[in-house]
């Protein structure tokens, strides 16, 4: 008989067959890929310095480890600590950019697919004054391939073009390290 519907998964099965996704530089996988919702899990041991504006809300489950989302808000940043256990539905368009350190984190996450017309952002802050640099906005149709597309445009960019035009300060682009280390120099 043709099954009308998928099966149950045991998620740490799961987990334990798909390991080698959750690990950088990928660092997360689609458990239901042909669902409606987007539910990915997302393992550890990397920091970015992007931050996304999503349209839609998104559902974070800390299941093991520690996390926290770094926040811009309204010209400052912010931050949000997952700590192991935490559940937290983040609203539409709150500027996040998740960090994710430790490696043996692991983090269940809910998006939903976009409604037509709905616009992403990516947007790169300076770490000192946390003035725009340069951003993207995209009406998402594919998650894995659109998003990585906007980061090679900013990654390519020059010295000169990642230079705040507000306090002067050049944002180390994909150095994450050097982004996080003048961002904690200033706040
Ligand atoms: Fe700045």
Redesign the pocket.
């Given at each position: 008989m043709e099954l009308q519907y998928g099966l149950p998964k045991n998620l740490m099965g799961w987990v334990e067959a798909n390991r080698d996704k959750l690990r950088p530089p990928v660092n997360n996988a689609a458990i239901f890929p042909d669902g409606n919702y987007i539910i990915n899990m997302v393992g550890g041991g990397n920091t970015r310095t992007d931050f996304h504006d999503n349209p839609t809300e998104e559902i974070f489950y800390q299941i093991r480890g520690t996390a926290y989302l770094n926040i811009w808000d309204r010209g400052k940043f912010d931050r949000i600590d997952l700590k192991e256990g935490d559940v937290f539905l983040q609203p539409p368009h709150l500027q996040h950019s998740p960090q994710r350190p430790d490696p043996n984190g692991l983090c269940f996450l809910v998006e939903l697919k976009r409604p037509k017309g709905a616009i992403d952002a990516l947007n790169w802050y300076?770490p000192?004054?946390?003035?725009l640099v340069w951003g993207a906005s995209m009406e998402l149709t594919d998650l894995v391939a659109d998003l990585p597309r906007t980061y090679e445009v900013f990654y390519a960019l020059s010295d000169a073009e990642r230079t705040?035009k507000?306090?002067?300060?050049v944002h180390p682009g994909k150095d994450y390290a050097a982004w996080h280390a003048i961002h904690a120099a200033n706040h």
């Open positions: 300076c000192k004054c946390a003035g705040c507000h306090c002067g300060t």
